[in-house]
């Protein structure tokens, strides 16, 4: 079974930043692509950000120029650098792993972590 933990979450003010992490542990043997989900009270969760394991990557338009998505092979795990936040960024955020290939197991799976709240306020 494959485990993604979220770490990074917090309070900040309108303008500061916050880098959230992930990390996969598990038999993984690749994953397609990881993301950044987020939702926020009364709303549905949306896709924030996407990275292919070539480093393809995809932004809402809402934190285009703001939010960087990053990832390491190697180590499975993908990195949300989050700058000029907005009161309207404010949401738990939710790591995602698509395409994942386990040791022992045919087909490819979907993971998600557990989320990890972000509050954005003076």
């Known amino acids: 079974q494959v485990q993604l933990v979220e770490t990074g979450g917090g309070v900040v003010q309108p303008g500061g930043l916050l880098r959230l992490s992930c990390a996969a542990s598990?038999?993984?043997?690749?994953?397609?692509?990881m993301a950044w989900y987020r939702q926020a009270p009364g709303k549905e969760r949306e896709l924030v950000a996407v990275?292919?394991?070539?480093?393809?990557?995809n932004y809402a338009d809402s934190v285009k120029g703001r939010f960087t998505i990053s990832r390491d092979n190697a180590k499975n795990t993908v990195d949300l650098q989050m700058n000029i936040l907005k009161p309207e960024d404010t949401a738990v955020y939710y790591c995602?792993?698509?395409?994942?290939?386990?040791?022992?197991?045919?087909?490819?799976?979907?993971?998600w972590g557990q989320g990890t709240q972000v509050t954005v306020s003076s």
């Open positions: 598990g038999k993984i043997l690749s994953i397609n692509t």
């Open positions: 990275i292919t394991n070539g480093g393809i990557t």
């Open positions: 995602n792993g698509d395409g994942v290939r386990e040791v022992g197991r045919i087909g490819r799976y979907v993971y």
